[in-house]
């Protein structure tokens, strides 16, 4: 297996190009169900998890095409041959369960097979099911398999109040109602910017949605949806990932694409530690202001909160603040497993239930790592490069998940790391 090998470093300078977002691909992706005209992504980005979904969509009969290296995916449900969705695929990644509402919807029918939990918590799909549920299904589930049938007439609109934000359920719903009879509102709904995108996709397709980026939107169902191109909406994760580069190492970099608002609450939390972020005519340029990161508390949101995908990267950069820093996760139950693997590295954690404490140290050291989840492993990478030493991130196929070149995209702006290839 390949592993990142991270040698500590001085200040770094340069550019670092942000791709698509993931997870807006991963809903925009299952959209194209909805339809039986052509749906056209571009900038997307060239990850496994994407391969993950052309898979899935393949195997319902999709015809999906990566364009121009996989920048763009050309995708087109004409002619379906299967509304099952297989636990070998759905198990890789949770947001399979994606393709339910819109086969659903279309067809009237779909199995698919439960996820599972995963490294970061139980992650049930009670809100999804529930949210189509309101919407007139049948649901059955048996063999480990969601068996959803529409009433004869298809879905039809109806208020889903959602007990807690979830990005996953809104976005199954949401895409359900498009091509349910009458009008589905949304209540309670999340607002990421994933979500917008997905919207605006939609209505490009022929959608009727009012609402998005609010906690309530509003859907009039309509009888078909036409074919679109969308650019994917930039990866503001990814985006945070390397704002952290130069914030751990010094320097100054510019990530291309980045906008404030994509991580305004983020940035927040940055100021107060003692990053300056710029918002430039062609990103955002970050740099560190002189001494020593300072400690801060961080408590992860829903959007417009500070997002949980970047709260072990957050943590890192804490590892070497001047205090100690309180981190609280409030959406996922299991989301610390980085901080033994910081210890390792010298960090000073202290992990009860859903919160960390954090006692910011001199430096860092290097060690052999491994992590369990995508943004644990990149938070890992992050810790390498203000460590003394080596770090070496083992389990690297959690990175080619979610983050794009990483080792070009550091290398690009002066950092010491490459990957080495196992057996
Ligand atoms: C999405 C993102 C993921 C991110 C998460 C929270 C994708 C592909 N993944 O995941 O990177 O970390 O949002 O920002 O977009 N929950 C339930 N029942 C449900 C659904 C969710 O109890 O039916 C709970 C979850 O266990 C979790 C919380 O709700 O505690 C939020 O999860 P949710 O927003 O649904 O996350 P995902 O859509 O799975």
Redesign the pocket.
Known sequence: MDSIIVTGNGPLSGRIPIAGAK?AC??LMPATLLSDEPLTLTNAPRLSDIRTMTLLLQSLGAEVQGLQEGQVQAMSSHALTSTRAEYDIVRKM??SILVLGPLLARFGHAEVSLPGGCAI????????LRALEAMGAELDLREGYVHAKAPSGGLRGGIVEFP??????TENALMAATLAKGTTVLKNA?R?P?IVDLAQCLRKMGAQIDGEGTDTIEIQGVDRLGGATHRVVTDRIELGTYMLAPAICGGEVELLGGTIDLVRAFCEKLDEAGISVEETADGLKVSRRNGRVKAVDVITE?FPGF???LQAQMMALLCTAEGTSVLEEK???NRFMHAPELMRMGAKIDVHGGTARVTGVDTLKGAPVMATDLRASVSLILAGLAAEGDTVVNRVYHLDRGYEQVVRKLQGVGARIERVRGE
Not at 121 to 128: I, Q, S, T
Not at 164 to 169: E, I, K, P, R, W
């Open positions: 997870n991963l809903t949770r947001a918590g139980a992650r049930p799909v009670d809100l999804h807690l934000v979830s990005v996953g359920a999340a990421e994933e829903p997002p949980t995908d959406i996922f139950e």
